[in-house]
Structures are given as structure tokens and as C-alpha cells.
């Protein structure tokens, strides 16, 4: 005001510490720093353990002066804020040499070592794709850094709830190792969700290994396990059933062409788990593990399947048919089903008739993602029956491939289907279909 000699007090001065920490919460480090020297009260909102709780810290491959500071300050945010992390991500991006894993190496054992010593409150910690089974891992930056993810996951165990090893790719004795870890102090862990896809060596078989049933017997309040196929047993469905049982709502579980998956198990074993653990729902992701035979001994009408993906990856094989495991196999699952995605090189036959077929006699599927050789007849087949409500999709991708290099007439008659099913589209589905040119 004029006269008063003082000036006028922004309004920013008084705006509530939970709306001032809510707008610190959408700033980058640099711009909470910058925020942090405008006054006291702005200083102290940077402190708040609430803008801390979660953090990704990503080290980028690309060598540069600026990925070099990464190291540092991903070293002084854990000195800084680690007190208040509860979910850690760290990412590892197209490592380069062997001197850039030997820094993040050594970053790594200073962050997990500080980190260990003040946090309290860790719950969720992801390091995927660490691929150490590369060679820019030498065998000495291995070792060190597998011990000190050990002995972190040991200080951490009480605490953690979530881990994820996605792709670490590691030996069966250092994986067993660093699982162990969660158990270290009571013989027992209490982790509630575990992903450990791809996290042994390629063409191992996991279901073999004594050491393995003896890790995952120490688990006992697992609810959610990610893994893959090559880890699977009569063994383990067992130890499942008996120190899980209570807990269990998932098994996610890969099965790829170069993972050992030929074991005998039995649908015994399958039934006796679902019948202890009734809410368990078993989702199948399998790439390029086509054949009818190989399916067979895996797809066992005993298991609480909830969801099922089958990927060639552009592969062709003339040994393989899809026809009897839509009309054999996955029919089985008509009232679990609920999730389908299909991505088949499927040039040499036909499928429109057997997909179709399979989509309507499974009651419960919502879910239908396809990438196949398909007439475009197919989607107004489809999109009429469930305008009939003889299905209950909500989501619908199509990729119609197609040996034509000019695809105009097809997208011209989809254009058409779209018209005439546009209210049901666009009220009730989530709808993508285009063709696809595969020449």
C-alpha cells in the first residue's frame, strides 16, 4: 500500500505447506533447488519427506560429462533424501564398456551402502536388466556387486516387500545367493511380490536344482510371483501350496523358446495348489513356443488360468499350425479366460473360423489383443456378436497383416465396419484395428 513504506507481501507467501509441497512435488531436482532459495518456508518444503518417497535413478550408457555427474548425484540424493525413499528404482541404460559398469559398480556400492545404514522405511526396490551374464561385466565388478546387493537385501529384509530382478541374468548359485538374502535373518521371508523373469542364465534348467526348491521354501507370504517356466516343477507348485497358499493371487510365468521348458509336471500338482489357494490366477506369456506338443505339456487343464499371450516374433515355421490350439487347447479355459493376445506369423492358414469360435465360448474374456493374417470380414463378425452380447469385450486391437503392398480396399471396408458399429465402439470398447503390409 502507498505510503506505508513496506512492500507488498506476495500472495505466494502465504500459500498452505500441502499446497506448496504439492507444487514441489511436479519440479525436477534442479527446480526444487532453485525453488528451495527463495525463502525459509520454501527451503523447508524441499525437505519434506513426502516429495522423497519415491525415486528412479536411471545411469545412462552414453558416455558424456554430463552422464558423469549421474554418479555423483545419485550418490548425493541417497546422502540427502535416502532416509525418506519407500520405492527405489534404479536403471541401468545401455551400458557401453567395461569401464562405465566398473563406475556403476562402484556408485552402486556406495548408494546401497549408505542407504542400508539410515533407511527405515524401504518397501519396493527394482534394478532390471542388469544382464550380468554380459561380457563388460568382468568377474570382479560382478562379484563385488552382487555381495553388495546381498548384503543390502539382508539389512532391507524385514522391511522389503517388493523386489524386482528382471533380466539380472546370473548364475543358479548367485541367484539362490541374492534370494537367500531376504531370508538371511530368520530362515524366513515375508516378501509379498517377487519378479524374477529372466533373472537365471539363458538355458538353464531351474526345475532340477535342489538348491533352488530350498530357496523358494523359505518364501512364505508370497502373493505375486513373476518368473519363468524353466523354474517350474511338482517340486515347487508344493512349496507353493504350502507356505504360500494363504497369500497367493498370481503366478506370471514366461516361457521362451531358449528356456529349457520339457519337464514333466504333473496336473496333480496344479490342482492341489488351486484348490489351496482359490483366488491364484496363472497368466502365460510365451514367445515363439508355438508348436501344438510343446504347448500341450504345459497348458494343463488343471491350472487357474487367467490369461494367456502366444508370440512368434515375426518368426515362420511351416512345422507349426495354430488351428488345434485354438480348437484344442485354449478352449479349455472358457470360464477363467480373460485376457487373449495372440501375435502370429500365421501366413499358411486361416484362422478367422477357429478365433472366432474361441472368443464367444469364453464367457469371461475381456481382453483380445491379435496381430495375425486375418480377412477383415473377421472384425465385422466379431464386432456383430458382441453387439449381440454374445461376448463381453471392452478392449479390442487388431493387427490385420496382409501380403498386399497396397492395403487401400481393406482400410476402406474397415473404415465401413467402423461406421456401422460406431455406437457400440464408442460407448462401450476400447477399439484399434489396422491392416498391416507383411512383404
Request: aromatic content about 12%; glycine content about 2%.
Amino acid at each position: 500500500m502507498e505510503g506505508d513504506g513496506e512492500p507488498e507481501e506476495s500472495s505466494w507467501a502465504h500459500l498452505p505447506d500441502v499446497c506448496l509441497r504439492h507444487v514441489f512435488h511436479w519440479l525436477d531436482d534442479r527446480d526444487r533447488s532453485q525453488a528451495a532459495l527463495v525463502c525459509k518456508k520454501w527451503s523447508c518444503a524441499m525437505y519434506s519427506g513426502s516429495l522423497w518417497r519415491c525415486r528412479t535413478i536411471t545411469f545412462y550408457g552414453q558416455p558424456s560429462r554430463a552422464r558423469t555427474l549421474e554418479f555423483q548425484s545419485a550418490l548425493w540424493y541417497t546422502k540427502k533424501f535416502g532416509k525418506y525413499l519407500k520405492h527405489l528404482e534404479i536403471k541401468l541404460s545401455n551400458p557401453y564398456n567395461t569401464p562405465f559398469i566398473k563406475k556403476f559398480q562402484v556408485t552402486m556400492k556406495g548408494l546401497l551402502s549408505h542407504l542400508g545404514k539410515i533407511n527405515s522405511q524401504l518397501v519396493s526396490l527394482s534394478i532390471k536388466y542388469l544382464e550380468l551374464d554380459c561380457l563388460i561385466w568382468k568377474n570382479v565388478a560382478r562379484a563385488q556387486f552382487i555381495k553388495n546387493l546381498a548384503t543390502f537385501l539382508k539389512r532391507m529384509s524385514k522391511q522389503l516387500d517388493y523386489l524386482n530382478l528382471k533380466g539380472a541374468r546370473i548364475t543358479l548359485e548367485e541367484g539362490c545367493e541374492l534370494l537367500n538374502s531376504l531370508s538371511t535373518l530368520t530362515n524366513r521371508s515375508f516378501i509379498s511380490e517377487i519378479n524374477i523373469e529372466d533373472f537365471f542364465s539363458l538355458h538353464l534348467s531351474v526345475y532340477t536344482s535342489a538348491l533352488f526348491h530350498q530357496t523358494m521354501s523359505k518364501f512364505h507370504s508370497l502373493t505375486i510371483l513373476t518368473f519363468n517356466y524353466n523354474c517350474i516343477s511338482d517340486e515347487l507348485l508344493d512349496i507353493l501350496r504350502e507356505h504360500s497358499y494363504h497369500s497367493l493371487c498370481t503366478l506370471n510365468i514366461k516361457c521362451h523358446i531358449h528356456d529349457p521348458h520339457g519337464q514333466a509336471v504333473s496336473g496333480m500338482s496344479w490342482a492341489n495348489l488351486a484348490k489351496k489357494a482359490p483366488k491364484l490366477n496363472v497368466n502365460f506369456f510365451f514367445e515363439r513356443v508355438m508348436k501344438h506338443d510343446h504347448l500341450a505339456r504345459i497348458l494343463l487343464v488343471e491350472i487357474p488360468v487367467s490369461s494367456i499371450s502366444l508370440r512368434s516374433c515375426y518368426f515362420s515355421d511351416p512345422d507349426w499350425t495354430m488351428r488345434p490350439t485354438l480348437t484344442n487347447l485354449l478352449p479349455a479355459y472358457w470360464h477363467g479366460l480373460q485376457k487373449l493376445t495372440l501375435e502370429l506369423n500365421n501366413d499358411h492358414e486361416l484362422l478367422d473360423d477357429e478365433l472366432l469360435q474361441l472368443i464367444l465360448s469364453c464367457k469371461r474374456l475381456l481382453f483380445l489383443k491379435v496381430w495375425a493374417f486375418l480377412s477383415v470380414s473377421f472384425m465385422e463378425r466379431l464386432l456383430q456378436n458382441r453387439a449381440e452380447r454374445k461376448c463381453i469385450l471392452t478392449t479390442i486391437k487388431v493387427r490385420i497383416y496382409t501380403a498386399q503392398d497396397d492395403s487401400t480396399e481393406e482400410e476402406r471396408l474397415l473404415d465401413d465396419i467402423y461406421r456401422k458399429f460406431k455406437y457400440l465402439i464408442d460407448s462401450e470398447l476400447n477399439y484399434f484395428v489396422i491392416t498391416y503390409p507383411m512383404v
